[in-house]
């Protein structure tokens, strides 16, 4: 059974830098059996995603539904809508005020709301999974399973500069959602894919390269179904990412955290690199021994998470079908 979003009203939420919100909206969709009726998976979407995860529109249709990997006929997948990523009618214009872990607790309050006592597993990829890092450190009795997928627990440098620049696009550009779009592609795929893709062919009747021709159509496309503030709050997110933060050191907040940790990498991912991921498990592995590291091999970089299902079916086989 598939739900339109149904809305709670988180009241006096105060962010981590101190800006109150008397009514945040939290919106949210079910699938499959109904909550608190078996195993809840809660999925976490990344920069562009939504709720919508199964379904018309579903983002990861491949994945999650009847007799898929995250088979909705065993499991109840819970799927949040990130406060103000355009999905329902939340706009919050002062993107500023937030940081990945608010919206972490945002999702908390929400589970708690919906009085789940325990998740199955959370998995999210690219900036869903950083904000599963942070609920996990905030609450490290919530879950059986974590699994970042194509993330990690902080942002790093090269991250943060990425999105200091989408973020010089948005608030300068004339036409920001598709330039920043044409940009984030950029991050989101290797030049081996791009190669693979294009061969340098052009389009006649447009006098351009093939490659211009797609990631002009990738701009557009977005502009038409997201806003900018939208794209501007998730952008803060991806940049905020950091379960150490004013908090402790990553061996206290990670030793904290009862779940089976399960870090999926992509070994050509320019945003999230494999190098991060593998450096992040043999820190963990120092001091947590249900923790492992599994790789999505392709050329398609970032968005192989998004790509490559049978892939990924064999990683998570033996966590889903258990």
């Not at 962010?15 to 998976?41: C, R």
């Not at 789940?116 to 900036?127: M, R, T």
């Not at 990690?152 to 920043?180: G, H, M, V, Y």
């Not at 389009?203 to 701009?219: K, R």
Request: with cysteine; glycine share 6%.
């Amino acid at each position: 059974m598939e739900n339109k979003p149904t809305h709670i009203t988180l009241q006096n939420f105060t962010t981590e830098s101190g800006a109150l919100y008397p009514d945040l909206n939290l919106s949210f969709q079910v699938f499959g059996p109904e909550l608190n009726t078996a195993p809840i998976v809660l999925v976490n979407h990344a920069l562009t995603g939504n709720s919508q995860v199964i379904g018309k529109n579903g983002w990861w249709n491949d994945l999650i539904g009847e007799n898929k990997t995250i088979d909705t006929n065993k499991y109840t997948v819970l799927a949040f809508n990130v406060p103000g990523n355009g999905n329902d009618e939340t706009i919050i214009e002062n993107y500023l005020d937030f940081n990945a872990r608010d919206i972490a607790k945002s999702f908390i309050e929400g589970i708690k709301f919906l009085e789940i006592k325990q998740l199955y597993a959370i998995i999210g990829g690219s900036v869903g999974g950083g904000i599963a890092w942070e609920i996990a450190a905030l609450e490290p009795t919530l879950t059986k399973h974590l699994i970042p997928i194509a993330t990690d627990w902080k942002s790093t440098d090269w991250l943060i500069a990425n999105c200091f620049l989408q973020e010089q696009i948005l608030n300068n550009s004339r036409k920001p959602i598709e330039d920043a779009r044409i940009h984030a592609m950029l991050c989101y795929r290797t030049p081996k894919s791009f190669k693979e893709k294009f061969q340098r062919t052009t389009n006649e009747e447009l006098a351009i390269f093939n490659v211009e021709s797609w990631l002009s159509h990738h701009g557009t496309k977005l502009q038409k179904r997201f806003q900018l503030s939208s794209y501007k709050m998730m952008n803060q997110l991806l940049k905020t990412i950091d379960v150490t933060r004013n908090t402790g050191s990553f061996e206290e907040i990670v030793s904290r955290i009862e779940a089976d940790i399960h870090i999926i990498g992509i070994n050509s991912d320019l945003f999230f690199t494999a190098d991060e991921n593998k450096a992040t498990y043999q820190e963990i592995k120092k001091y947590k021994n249900n923790v492992s590291y599994q790789e999505i091999v392709s050329i398609n970089g970032h968005d192989a998470f998004l790509i490559e299902y049978n892939q990924l079916d064999k990683l998570l086989a033996g966590i889903f079908q258990a």
